[in-house]
């Protein structure tokens, strides 16, 4: 399931994806779903501005892109960037 669909399922067919999730992805998507909320809660906190969400994008780019770095040094990529890069 891709966030962009997941606006067109029923909570019945939501559930049946995290249900069928391996044990990886699940806690992938626990630190997604977390992160998510935290960064909405930040946004909120401090005003839903198109200038606050870009600068708050453009910083989560920069560190995603470190993070990507260091996983794909590893070895470790786990999950396409949603970004195409």
Known sequence: MRLENADKLTPAQRLHEV????DATLQAQ???????????????????TEAN??????????????VSAECRRRGLGIVDDPRGN
Do not use: I, N, P
């Open 19 to 22: 249900l069928r999730m391996d």
């Open 30 to 48: 626990e630190l997604v779903q977390k992160g998510a909320m935290h960064v909405l809660t930040v946004l909120l906190r401090v005003g839903c």
């Open 53 to 66: 969400a870009r600068s708050m994008l453009d910083s989560c780019g920069e560190f995603a892109s470190k």
